[in-house]
């Protein structure tokens, strides 16, 4: 090649850096000129700074008040989980001498005050009758069969879950 060649693709490649360089140039400008409209009085220094306080600010923020929520929805879980119906048992057995293979059934359902209900099911050749029985505290005014009475005991015998049991 001889030296005009060379001295023309030196020229060219230095204008090529040269434009590269105003462009790179306009956006940095641009991006210090959108930082300078949050700054008072052309201070970048005290615009960066009191950027990250607020940012800092909303974090705090936010994290308190995320953890005001999820506190209060445990306790309010924690409260639900008391009135929840948790405590399950079940008698199966022969209602009639006539019918076997234990189709009748006991299911006593209570929560952790030993509220709820027993639903009992008597299995016949030509019926079947459902009943339910209103348990509160343990107890009830109506007379139970003994296996509504034995599911009743299963049942307020079960463990009572707390926050503290894993």
């Not at 929805?73 to 119906?85: F, G, V």
């Not at 209900?117 to 509160?136: A, D, Q, W």
């Not at 009830?140 to 299963?154: I, M, Q, S």
Request: proline letters at 1%; charged letters at 20%.
């Amino acid at each position: 090649m001889d030296s005009n060649n060379l001295l023309f693709i030196s020229l060219a490649i230095m204008m090529i850096l040269i434009i590269i360089c105003f462009i790179l140039n306009a956006v940095n400008s641009s991006k210090i000129n959108t930082l300078m409209d949050y700054s008072d009085e052309g201070d970048i220094i005290g615009a960066l700074k009191d950027y990250y306080d607020k940012v800092d600010d909303l974090s705090k923020t936010v994290n308190d008040t995320s953890d005001a929520v999820i506190l209060s929805r445990l306790a309010n879980c924690e409260n639900d989980s008391h009135i929840s119906l948790k405590k399950i048992a079940i008698v199966n057995f022969d209602a009639y001498d006539d019918v076997k293979g234990n189709l009748s059934f006991a299911l006593a359902i209570l929560n952790n005050n030993n509220d709820g209900f027993i639903l009992t099911s008597l299995y016949g050749h030509n019926s079947c009758n459902t009943y339910v029985r209103e348990i509160t505290g343990g107890e009830t005014p109506v007379k139970l069969l003994n296996e509504e009475k034995e599911a009743l005991n299963e049942a307020k015998n079960k463990l009572m879950r707390t926050g503290n049991n894993g």
